[in-house]
């Protein structure tokens, strides 16, 4: 089978290199074109149509200022999937991207699967009606959105979380430390996120934290699209250790971090790091986020156990000293620190088990075996 696989940032990149080997497992004669990053080109061997760091805008404001190379990366993509020709168009989140592909896939006959299903929970929840109409398979990995689409007339199907797949086939560095020579005082990770935007707001707060906690090694968790250089800049000069394709070592050998919202958030809560969740947008963005956006919290951890396990700092709350002080919490009160292990018991029991690639590689391989005519 011919798959066309796209992604659209980092955390999609990565399941999207897992997905690529789950389904060399049950096709062996899988053939790929991808639009993604450097995991899924080395899982597929082949080079990205677009990488994903010429996609990722996020934020209304933000997509508006790259409404160009957005257009033109629909328009190298609509024709590369003609060319093509796939099997099957397996779209991984990144919804305002991915739909308008979906939709143009069903127009030329193409079955279309939808891993990692797009947050319509959150806002503009009639999105569904239009995942209805072009999307033929979709796949959730939150366990609430089984009961969401229900609601709207869809049956989907739930297989669980990838990253409790990545963290299960992680294997752990025994000399981090010595490599990265980062012995010697305990370590707070800062995760300022893979997008330009999000690390050009965060990076020069959590370098300011820094000051205060002169007694730990505070160390940043570099996003392969990224150089040190860059990140060096939003330093406020200050020299901090940028560690690369490392980030669940470090998060390991973490007494707390510092996250920005979205995936990272719910990687350090498995991997049992107490953590402060931080994010600063374009103020116009989030004050039409704050309008539409139907949920109550920002991060993933929150929205799955549906309670505030893990303490949230949005834009002018987002500054050195509400994040050092929760920092101090994190790290100085035992009973705090407690709570939060408590909530991400809470959490692990909501996830289940690892094994969401293998399950939806085993879906899609089956659905694309059956006759056209019987779906």
């Not at 709570?339 to 289940?352: S, V």
């Amino acid at each position: 089978m011919k798959y066309y696989i796209i992604a659209g940032e980092t955390s999609g990149d990565l399941h999207g290199a897992n997905l690529i080997d789950a389904l060399k497992k049950f096709d062996t004669a899988a053939e790929f074109r991808i639009v993604g990053g450097d995991r899924m080109q080395h899982a597929s061997g082949q080079t990205a149509v677009i990488h994903t760091s010429q996609m990722a805008f996020m934020g209304f404001v933000e997509v508006l200022a790259n409404i160009r190379t957005i257009s033109r990366n629909l328009r190298i993509v609509k024709a590369d999937v003609s060319a093509y020709e796939p099997d099957t168009l397996i779209l991984i989140d990144f919804p305002g991207f991915n739909l308008k592909i979906a939709e143009f896939a069903k127009k030329n006959g193409l079955r279309v699967c939808y891993y990692i299903s797009p947050k319509v929970w959150a806002w503009n929840q009639r999105r569904v009606l239009k995942i209805k109409q072009v999307v033929d398979k979709l796949f959730c990995i939150l366990p609430f959105e089984v009961d969401f689409y229900r609601e709207w007339g869809m049956e989907v199907e739930y297989v669980g979380n990838p990253l409790l797949d990545a963290i299960a086939k992680h294997a752990v560095n025994p000399n981090f430390l010595e490599e990265h020579r980062l012995t010697g005082r305990p370590i707070i990770a800062l995760l300022p996120g893979s997008r330009e935007m999000e690390i050009s707001r965060l990076l020069p707060i959590m370098a300011n934290v820094s000051r205060l906690f002169p007694a730990h090694h505070c160390v940043i968790a570099g996003a392969p699209n990224f150089t040190e250089e860059y990140y060096k800049q939003h330093l406020s000069g200050l020299e901090l250790p940028i560690v690369f394709d490392a980030t669940y070592d470090l998060l390991k050998n973490a007494e707390a971090a510092v996250v920005a919202s979205g995936t990272a958030t719910l990687e350090a809560a498995l991997l049992r790091v107490p953590q402060v969740v931080v994010y600063k947008a374009n103020p116009i963005s989030i004050a039409i986020a704050r309008m539409v956006i139907k949920v109550r919290f920002i991060s993933l951890v929150n929205l799955i156990t549906d309670m505030l396990a893990v303490r949230e700092l949005i834009q002018k709350d987002c500054n050195v000293d509400r994040i050092a002080d929760e920092l101090d919490l994190l790290i100085n009160n035992s009973e705090y620190r407690d709570n939060i292990f408590e909530n991400y018991d809470l959490l692990m029991e909501k996830m289940g088990e690892p094994g969401a690639s293998q399950r939806t590689a085993k879906s899609i391989t089956t659905f694309l075996h059956q006759p056209t005519n019987s779906l």
